[in-house]
């Protein structure tokens, strides 16, 4: 008998299983329909011993100390800033928008000042920013908007940005000064090993039991278990009573080249040609030396693997019934999918700490209970 069935091994189910055995002493069985542990930051080394991102680029940043330290007890960390260009107007320029985008772009020498008035003169009034475009155009204009975000959210969501919740555009900010770091989180940093080893050691532990290859629904019969904690899509668990909630996918396509470098850093995005959003060469996230290179293009798809809940109004209503009906039953839902939050890694690892406290709280009132009981008898 276990006490915790988990359903996926990713960030979510790992750091429950990890917590739940280690601190509380229960006995896990965490499973997973994939033949791998670490959910989407799964990594391996492919063919020429390069290690890869099977499901895209993962790069670990957060402001949380807490959520750095945790982690950093079963991983060293190699630091790790994440820069991008994007290829716009047949240059490759920084993104996020900074000095340096719009002086290469328009062949202007502006100061941090100057440019503030640049895109306040592009800036259009909008009073109340509700979509993408409308958060986007209302800082730096529609040109800039054009250039930089229109084609690139097309291609990722297969909506134009005035249909996406304003949330997506404000994950990209523009800065005045010359900083092109992707993030300016506190933490920012990859597990020196990789994320699969991380993964390694947080489940290394008696109580906790994996089992590959195998859906929950095929077992869910024959296993004896107190509570469950589902990380998987939450729609696919009330077996879609209320219709589907709608994921964007992407398929990958990854090359080995015989070559020690491909491209001037981690990732290029691609807003306007092509298919694919943007190519990642994985050795300068990992930091390995080798003599071939490998990279990965992103196609965004329809259909495939979920992996962005898509942020629109509607999809949020429904997503609040599966959610109605989550809050009946005594399973927990947790993680990216079960939550249909588009969450970041460290944003996961938050969630599941403060569910496994939630556990933990929920069990001294239970024994506090059961003790009342048996001492009135
Ligand atoms: C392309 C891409 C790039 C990303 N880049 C970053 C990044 O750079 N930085 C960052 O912080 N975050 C990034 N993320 C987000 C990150 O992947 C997630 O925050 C994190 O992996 C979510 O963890 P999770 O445990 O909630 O879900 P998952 O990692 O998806 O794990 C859920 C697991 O449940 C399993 N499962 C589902 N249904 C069943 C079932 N019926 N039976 C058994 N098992 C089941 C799945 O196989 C899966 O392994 C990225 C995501 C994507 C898609």
């Known amino acids: ?129 509700r979509t993408s475009e409308d958060v986007v155009v209302k800082a730096i204009g529609r040109e800039l908007y054009e250039k930089f975000f229109k084609g690139y959210t097309r291609k990722q969501w297969d909506l134009d940005p005035s249909e996406l919740d304003a949330s997506v555009a404000a994950r990209v900010p523009t800065r005045t000064n010359k900083d092109d770091r992707y993030f300016t989180d506190t933490y920012q940093a990859m597990p020196l090993n990789g994320y699969t080893k991380m993964f390694e050691k947080m489940l290394d532990h008696p109580n906790i039991k994996i089992m590959l290859n195998v859906d929950y629904n095929e077992i869910i019969n024959e296993i004896k278990y107190e509570k469950m904690i589902f990380t998987g899509p939450v729609d696919e668990y ?29 990732t290029i995005n691609y807003p306007n040609d092509y298919a694919f959003t943007r190519i990642t060469e994985f050795k300068y996230l990992t930091g390995q030396t080798h003599s071939k290179t490998s990279i990965v293009y992103e196609f965004p798809t329809a259909e495939g693997d979920p992996y962005y809940p898509i942020p629109r109004p509607d999809n949020t209503m429904l997503y609040k019934r599966y959610e109605a009906l989550a809050n009946q039953t005594d399973t927990y839902f947790v993680g990216r999918l079960a939550t249909y939050k588009y969450y970041n890694m460290d944003q996961v690892v938050a969630q599941a700490l403060s569910t496994f406290n939630k556990i933990q709280s929920e069990n001294t009132f239970q024994s506090l209970y059961n003790e009342r009981e048996i001492n009135s008898h």
């Open 238 to 266: 009330f077996n879609y009573c209320y219709g589907k909630l709608p994921y964007r996918s992407l398929r990958f396509k990854f090359e080995t080249l015989d070559q020690e470098k491909y491209q001037n850093t981690g």
């Open 1 to 129: 008998m276990f006490d915790f069935l988990i359903v996926g091994a990713g960030f979510a189910g790992s750091v429950l299983a990890e917590r739940l055995a280690r601190v509380e002493n229960k006995k896990v069985l965490l499973l997973d329909k994939r033949n791998h542990i670490g959910g989407n930051a799964y990594d391996y080394f492919n063919e020429a011993g390069i290690l890869i991102h099977k499901y895209g680029p993962h790069i670990f940043h957060t402001n949380c100390k807490e959520i750095f330290n945790y982690l950093s007890q079963f991983t060293e960390w190699r630091n790790y800033q994440h820069r991008v260009l994007a290829c716009v107007d047949g240059q490759q320029v920084p993104i996020p928008i900074n000095l340096t985008t719009i002086n290469s772009l328009y062949g202007l020498n502006l100061s941090s000042a100057a440019l503030e008035e640049f895109f306040a003169s592009k800036a259009e009034v909008i009073n109340h920013a």
